[in-house]
């Protein structure tokens, strides 16, 4: 599996869970109604050691494709953004909004989801504690809480090299 992939299952199964966009942060974007998801990855690829299980298959040509799996982790970072603000619903805090939303996303890594992200061929390693993100705007907070979840997934890299079909062998001198 690519990463590209793990990150696309993550974020598609977040946000049908919470009904939140779930957005990378630090790119230019439109402004979000409140309240919604930011990501970031943290690392996209950390090496558990070793060289992997290595699988070579021969093809008809002669040929032969080495397939390489391991095993890393990667980890991703989630914020949950709110503020202050009127709704026609009625007054909302932001700080009790993001902390609320930030501990039922947190949950879906811990119970709600794991049965969506293990069906994925994926591995919760590590999800970390919710923890106060916000920021002063140039006239209000900007609420923000979030956490860190470290997965595991299958890499698979693949190349093809020059098989032997035959080999010969002449029996003489040591010397030659």
């Known amino acids: 599996m690519k990463f590209k992939e793990v990150r696309n299952l993550i974020v598609t199964g977040l946000h049908e ?103 994925k061929g994926l591995t919760v390693v590590d999800v970390a504690n919710v923890q106060e993100r916000s920021f002063l705007q140039v006239d209000e907070e900007a609420r923000r809480y979030g956490f860190d979840v470290v997965l595991r997934y299958v890499r698979t890299d693949e190349m093809t090299v020059a098989g032997v079909k035959a080999a010969t062998t002449k029996k003489g001198d040591d010397n030659e």
């Open 17 to 119: 869970y919470m009904g939140l966009s779930v957005v990378l942060s630090n790119q230019l974007n439109p402004e979000m109604a409140l309240p919604f998801i930011i990501y970031s990855v943290t690392a996209p690829y950390i090496p558990e050691g070793g060289t992997g299980n290595m699988q070579p298959m021969t093809n008809e040509d002669g040929t032969v494709k080495v397939t390489r799996y391991e095993q890393p982790t990667c980890t991703f970072s989630f914020t949950i953004c709110s503020a202050d603000r009127q709704t026609k619903d009625g007054f909302v805090l932001g700080e009790d909004e993001a902390l609320d939303l930030a501990e039922k996303a947190q949950g879906w890594f811990l119970h709600t989801g794991y049965e969506y992200i293990s069906g």
